[in-house]
């Protein structure tokens, strides 16, 4: 079983910076690949980008820019560097570890964190 704990949240004034980490235990970490999500309250769940076994990474169209996905399969971590932050990415964030769809390359969840609350105010 897959064990995910995310850590690095925290409050954070307009523009600044945070590295959200997710560290993994249980299993093989390179066995998977590795989505962030973050839900903000009353809305849905949205995925920000994941990164695959080999380092390859993608992001949701909105998210690129400010949003940065890596890893150190050495120590089992995933990491979320966020620059220039908003109100608007105030959020739960989530990771979670899932395979990569062998048709789309989709990187679908199977296993999730409790998150990380990251709060961005003026």
């Known amino acids: 079983q897959v064990q995910l704990e995310e850590s690095g949240g925290g409050s954070v004034q307009t523009g600044g910076s945070l590295r959200l980490s997710c560290s993994v235990s249980?299993?093989?970490?390179?066995?998977?690949?590795m989505t962030w999500f973050r839900q903000a309250p009353g809305k849905r769940r949205e995925a920000i980008g994941s990164i695959d076994s080999d380092g390859r990474t993608s992001y949701a169209p909105s998210k690129k820019g400010r949003f940065t996905i890596s890893q150190d399969v050495v120590k089992n971590t995933l990491y979320l560097q966020m620059e220039r932050l908003k109100a608007e990415d105030t959020a739960m964030y989530y990771c979670?570890?899932?395979?990569?769809?062998?048709?789309?390359?989709?990187?679908?969840?199977?296993?999730w964190g409790q998150g990380t609350q990251v709060t961005v105010s003026s």
């Open positions: 249980g299993d093989t970490y390179s066995a998977y690949c």
């Open positions: 979670a570890a899932g395979e990569k769809g062998v048709d789309d390359g989709i990187c679908y969840p199977n296993y």
